[in-house]
């Protein structure tokens, strides 16, 4: 059984540049969530979905960020224009809402914005 | 403002003996308690939960002890095995809340 699948892996980007990230959860799952890694703020919470609803996006950093999840099997995290402060590792994760409060990770992407 | 505080950056641990990593947590609305795990270079892998209805799970080599009127939860790894060097996340969440607030996680070290 896949995991959570996010591509690409690997991202550099000059900053100005779109962004966009990309995740699929666990067939059946119906919670996603985007997180931010950086060595300054650990592991923080941008936005979670339910069910493909934004239900919390108060970690999004600012109005450059934004996330879609069009339907059960993908969502989107778009940095437009990117800045350096950007350049982190992304995890995306999922969780079966209502049976487990275990959420599942992906293998990131790690973001460099030059 | 961090509701999950791992306080201790990285501990160093002799193959077989044990690890104790330690969490404490400032919401008492929190109900439930994950420890994750993490590789360099890879997502943070699910290893093991407690409910606050109980005080101890255990897994195998892994143990986790939560002390709901200190807000303290602890993690043992007995015994430590040099695949076990990652850095570990605490972390919480409430019934109805949906999302983990994780903490700053501990690096563990296991040598021969």
């Known amino acids: 059984d896949a995991g959570v699948i996010q591509s690409p892996r690997h991202e550099v980007t000059e900053m100005g540049q779109e962004v966009t990230l990309r995740c699929k959860p666990i067939?059946?799952?119906?919670?996603l969530f985007w997180y931010r890694q950086t060595m300054m703020r650990g592991l923080e919470l941008l936005i979670y979905?339910?069910?493909?609803?934004?239900?919390?996006d108060s970690g999004m950093p600012e109005d450059r960020f934004s996330a879609k999840m069009p339907n059960a099997s993908f969502s989107t995290l778009k940095i437009q224009p990117s800045e350096p402060r950007d350049s982190a590792v992304y995890f995306c994760?999922?969780?079966?809402?209502?049976?487990?409060?275990?959420?599942?990770f992906g293998p990131g992407t790690r973001l460099l914005v030059l | 403002d961090q509701q999950v505080k791992q306080n201790s950056p990285s501990l160093s641990v002799q193959e077989g003996r044990i690890s104790i990593l330690n969490c404490d947590y400032t919401?008492?609305?929190?109900?439930?308690f994950l420890w994750y795990k993490k590789y360099p270079a890879e997502g943070p892998t699910f290893l093991i939960s407690?409910?606050?209805?109980?005080d101890k799970n255990e897994d195998g080599r892994f143990t986790v002890f939560l002390n709901k009127s200190a807000k303290h939860l602890s993690l043992h790894i007995v015994p430590s095995q040099p695949g076990d060097s990652a850095v570990y996340f605490c972390?919480?969440?409430?019934?109805?809340?949906?999302?983990?607030?994780f903490g700053a996680g501990t690096q563990v070290v296991v040598t021969p």
């Open positions: 067939s059946g799952h119906n919670s």
């Open positions: 407690i409910s606050s209805i109980k």
């Open positions: 972390a919480a969440t409430t019934d109805s809340w949906g999302k983990l607030q």
């Open positions: 979905f339910n069910n493909n609803v934004p239900i919390d």
């Open positions: 919401n008492s609305m929190f109900d439930y």
């Open positions: 994760a999922s969780r079966q809402e209502g049976t487990s409060e275990t959420q599942y």
